[in-house]
């Protein structure tokens, strides 16, 4: 994120230089598709605010609801059973396809429930093969269970282990923890400035490259530089998406860490030297028309990081889409 979009990046940068190095740190996570368990600690005195079997129920609910939904074309109600970034995702997943979405198979899942306070906000996580992607899934518990995050690993991606108690529950990471690389809460930041700026950018030695980090610096840089050929002005920026963040420990000793990103894309004609701008072919659903003048096109995005106690964190899954556009 540049200066100019983000207001307060310089305060903003201290604070993540200052909370990328480890210290001492707290408790947290697990991912895989299997999600072994290493490291079991003793089971805490403290009864969970979510049980194994609670988590297991809502899961099923939620799959058994959403394929209703699906096969029935109920935009409304499907936005109903989500929250967070998930909402804009999935009306966005309908408008689409003129509410005819895809309706998924899902696998055998396996949970990751962390110890939590009743007192506490509510969550788990599922990692459940989808169709032939591992998909992981987060659900969060307001006056009900809802789906807040959904990524796709990589291909041949696997999550890594996650530290359990005895009983089978995961840690938590808490938002400040510095035992590892990158507090969960500057994860997102990070990834921002590196998928914006790429080498440029403060997070260049703490988020590895890839894909969805410096090669989508990479596509911008090319895009401006073709905008500017054919007359008009390109640009992308990236900021943290104010949902929550999900942060679980590894057995060792890292963290897994779900967040989310916006991205705004904005192109302007200068010179016309062409008609009219290029819209993309995954936006025309919300771009009908044609545009002379400017386009605006709005994502949300939602990833799974790998964050170790002492190197890069690595983004390992992803899903998004164009959510919102506008043009004249």
């Known amino acids: ?67 209703l939904l699906r096969a029935a074309g109920d935009r409304r109600l499907a936005r109903e059973i989500t929250r967070d970034g998930r909402t804009d995702l999935v009306n966005a997943e309908y408008a689409s396809t003129r509410d005819s979405p895809v309706r998924y198979t899902w696998g055998t899942p396996s949970f990751l429930v962390p110890r939590l306070r009743p007192d506490e906000p509510l969550w788990f996580t599922a990692v459940v093969p989808r169709g032939d992607q591992t998909a992981v899934l987060t659900f969060a518990k307001g006056t009900d269970w809802r789906l807040s995050s959904l990524s796709l690993l990589f291909p041949g991606q696997k999550l890594p282990e996650v530290k359990r108690d005895a009983a089978g529950y995961a840690e938590v990471v808490g938002l400040d923890d510095q035992s590892v690389q990158i507090s969960p809460r500057y994860v997102a930041p990070l990834h921002a400035t590196i998928a914006e700026r790429g080498p440029a950018g403060i997070a260049a030695n703490l988020v590895a490259p890839g894909p969805y980090t410096t090669e989508t610096a990479t596509a911008i840089a090319d895009n401006r530089r073709t905008a500017k050929t054919d007359g008009f002005r390109y640009d992308s920026i990236f900021s943290a ?29 200068m010179l016309f030297v062409s008609p ?53």
């Open 1 to 67: 994120m540049r200066a100019y979009g983000w207001r307060g990046w310089p305060a903003l940068a201290v604070g993540l230089l200052a909370a990328v190095t480890g210290c001492s740190g707290s408790a947290a996570p697990e991912p895989s598709p299997v999600a072994a368990t290493s490291s079991v600690s003793a089971v805490p005195t403290t009864a969970p605010g979510v049980s194994l079997s609670e988590a297991a129920n809502a899961f099923n609910e939620y799959v058994l609801t959403d394929s």
């Open 241 to 269: 998406a104010e949902y929550p963040v999900y942060a679980l420990r590894t057995a060792d000793g890292g963290a897994l860490v779900q967040y989310s990103l916006l991205r705004t894309t904005s192109m302007n004609n």
């Open 276 to 328: 009219y701008l290029p819209v993309p072919p995954s936006g025309r659903w919300a771009l009908t028309g044609s545009y002379r003048q400017t386009l605006k096109i709005y994502e949300t995005q939602q990833y799974v990081a790998v964050v170790p106690r002492s190197a890069a964190a690595t983004v390992v899954g992803y899903d998004g889409a164009i959510t919102r556009a506008t043009g004249s």
